[in-house]
């Protein structure tokens, strides 16, 4: 390592960021006092603020009992309404086509009942063959769901021989010769493993073009990079509140549908009474009346204490802006690149994310050529105080976050990896 540790704390001092509104894991040992937290991909951090907001609505509840639906400081019949906007902002759409609610997989279920309707000879699915399992298993079972068999139903795409990611021409040259046995393209904004940011504009025009359905998964790239979901004609996308959103384990979901679908009474929906417009939930009529957003994707009544710390993350992303943070991002994670570049030069270590800062997120994703990544990752963790995450066999990601990850997180990185890793020469 040639940088010194003295130019990452100089770097922090000029551009500290927001981690002072974070509550970091101390490093219980070593040189320290907190660890170096890489893993806001996986699980984003806690906002000093949620503990009090969440006490808040607990003590509605002691307080209020059934009057809380009504006269909570913030009540919860409508509650969610509260997180509409925010999240709108997050995505680049407008309220009527955002609503949070349940977790990611749920809803894309709940959004294939909606738009993945496969008939004639536009069947497939296609999604990338690094899609998270999660999303692979949801399009198979969907493909089952419609009488189809997932083998030939769900079309993977894989990188060219010997690249990483996904080229988005490859893509597009898919969708020419494809795109007229396409129903749904349910492709990761951010991939989940390479750190791959798609070209998500492009790739919608060229999919609708082709007469097929577009749909998002935005797991890694809501709160990563800014989005534009309704200028880019997105037909629907869902995302995961508790990496870079910051709401903690497991924590709700968001949804978005498209403007040009809101109210569309041919589309197939499942529903419940939090589907029918609010003025007439109260009727306790045998038939709905959906409104015409996407609140008519909703089925239950939304779990408050869950709906909490995603309130009070949205404001914290409100207050800063997906811009600022955007600007962090591009500097913190190209000065991580720089630094792996000092490590992995003469160490069999590669970063697979693409090198290009408009291709990717904050995550930088290094395949390792030798051992196990599981084994890697615990010993930067409990030598080095570096929490990263492991994907096995081979992968190790580091996802400096630009809310509270800090330069001086990015060399412990760098320093920990040589450390661990064996030079080659
Ligand atoms: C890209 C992606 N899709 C889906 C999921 C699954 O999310 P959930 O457990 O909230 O359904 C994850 C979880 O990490 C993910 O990264």
């Given at each position: 390592m040639h940088t010194p540790e003295e130019d990452a704390r100089a770097r922090d001092a000029a551009d500290p960021g927001h981690r002072h509104l974070f509550l970091v894991p101390p490093a219980?040992?070593?040189?320290?006092?907190?660890v170096a937290y890489l893993a806001g991909n996986s699980l984003g951090l806690q906002p000093r603020a949620t503990r009090e907001e969440l006490l808040a609505d607990l003590d509605a509840w002691r307080r209020l009992g059934v009057e809380g639906h009504l006269e909570a400081e913030r009540p919860w019949l409508p509650y969610h309404e509260l997180l509409t906007a925010p999240a709108a902002r997050l995505v680049g759409a407008r309220p009527a086509e955002t609503v949070v609610m349940n977790s990611l997989t749920v809803n894309l279920h709940l959004l294939m009942v909606s738009f993945y309707r496969p008939a004639g000879e536009r069947t497939r699915i296609v999604i990338e063959d690094s899609a998270f399992p999660s999303d692979s298993y949801a399009v198979r079972s969907q493909a089952r769901f419609h009488g189809l068999d997932p083998d030939t139903a769900v079309i993977r795409l894989t990188p060219r021989p010997g690249e990483d990611t996904l080229r988005t021409q490859d893509v597009l040259d898919f969708l020419a010769t494809e795109g007229h046995t396409v129903a749904l393209l349910l492709l990761g904004g951010v991939n989940y493993l390479t750190g791959e940011l798609m070209d998500i504009p492009a790739i919608t025009a060229a999919g609708r073009a082709a007469g097929a359905v577009v749909g998002w998964d935005l797991a890694h790239a809501a709160g990563n990079v800014p989005l534009a979901l309704h200028d880019w004609d997105v037909d629907f996308a869902a995302w995961c509140s508790y990496k870079y959103l910051n709401s903690g384990p497991g924590a709700l979901g968001g949804v978005f549908v498209h403007e040009r679908h809101l109210g569309d009474p041919a589309l197939p929906r499942f529903e419940g009474w939090?589907?029918?417009e609010a003025a007439s939930r109260f009727e306790m009529t045998p038939v709905s009346r959906p409104p015409a957003t996407v609140e008519a994707w909703q089925i239950s009544n939304p779990p408050i204490f869950a709906m909490g710390p995603v309130r009070t993350s949205l404001e914290l992303f409100d207050s800063v802006g997906m811009p600022a943070l955007r600007e962090r991002s591009l500097r913190l994670t190209g000065y991580l690149e720089g630094l792996l570049d000092e490590v992995t030069a003469d160490r069999p270590l590669t970063v697979v994310t693409p090198r290009e800062p408009a291709r990717r997120g904050c995550q930088l994703s290094v395949r390792i050529g030798a051992g196990s990544a599981n084994e890697l990752t615990k010993r930067l963790r409990h030598e080095h105080g570096v929490i990263a995450d492991a994907r096995e066999p081979d992968i190790v990601r580091f996802a400096p976050v630009p809310l509270y990850s800090t330069y001086h997180d990015c060399w412990r990185v760098a320093d920990a990896l040589a450390a661990t890793v064996e030079a080659t020469r």
């Open positions: 219980e040992g070593g040189r320290y006092p907190e939090w589907s029918t």
